[in-house]
């Protein structure tokens, strides 16, 4: 008799493994599967800076991590707030921070501020761009926003976007 039940022991236990694995993947995720892969969304630090880094592209803005910083170019010069809704925070988040952010090595103060961000919160601005980070940058350096949709750019030296390819 205890070899029957250890029989049924070995076949109930991976039949229960596999019933909570099934039941595990089917609950919710956080993130639909088609989104990007990358870092999550930079939450906001105590302090960060803009600073300039060499690139496949020329000299671009970089935060304080190296990540890309990127201009969209449905913002509008001047304007007073940022024309990246939810769904596009979701994917270009937005540099803010809990501090003002500091103009880092090779920036131009003058050119850093800061606008509006929804719901009170400040965005950093270069120029006439506020910053952006892209999710499918997974490293400091990469690139992979430049020119998506025709909209999505790195930011010059001089606060202007490189519209050039990679």
């Given at each position: 008799?205890?070899?029957?039940?250890?029989?049924?022991?070995?076949?109930?236990?991976?039949?229960?493994?596999?019933?909570?694995?099934?039941?595990?993947?089917?609950?919710?995720?956080?993130?639909?599967?088609?989104?990007?892969?990358?870092?999550?969304?930079?939450?906001?630090?105590?302090?960060?800076?803009?600073k300039i880094a060499d690139s496949p592209l020329g000299k671009i803005l970089v935060d304080d991590?190296?990540?890309?910083?990127?201009?969209?170019?449905?913002?509008?010069?001047?304007?007073?707030?940022?024309?990246?809704?939810?769904?596009?925070?979701?994917?270009?988040?937005?540099?803010?921070?809990?501090?003002?952010?500091?103009?880092?090595?090779?920036?131009d103060a003058a050119l850093l501020k800061e606008t509006k961000l929804g719901e009170g919160a400040?965005?950093?601005?270069?120029?006439?761009?506020?910053?952006?980070?892209?999710v499918g940058d997974a490293t400091p350096g990469d690139v992979n926003g430049q020119g998506l949709?025709?909209?999505?750019?790195?930011?010059?030296?001089?606060?202007?976007?490189?519209?050039?390819?990679?």
């Amino acid at each position: 008799m205890p070899r029957t039940r250890i029989r049924t022991t070995l076949v109930a236990a991976p039949a229960t493994v596999l019933a909570l694995l099934t039941l595990s993947a089917c609950g919710g995720s956080e993130a639909p599967a088609t989104k990007p892969a990358g870092p999550p969304s930079k939450p906001a630090a105590a302090a960060s800076s803009v600073k300039i880094a060499d690139s496949p592209l020329g000299k671009i803005l970089v935060d304080d991590s190296g990540r890309t910083l990127y201009g969209f170019t449905k913002d509008k010069p001047g304007a007073s707030a940022s024309a990246c809704d939810a769904d596009c925070i979701a994917v270009w988040p937005a540099l803010t921070s809990a501090k003002d952010v500091t103009a880092g090595s090779g920036t131009d103060a003058a050119l850093l501020k800061e606008t509006k961000l929804g719901e009170g919160a400040e965005q950093a601005t270069y120029g006439d761009w506020p910053l952006y980070y892209y999710v499918g940058d997974a490293t400091p350096g990469d690139v992979n926003g430049q020119g998506l949709d025709g909209e999505w750019f790195v930011i010059a030296t001089d606060g202007k976007l490189i519209k050039k390819a990679v």
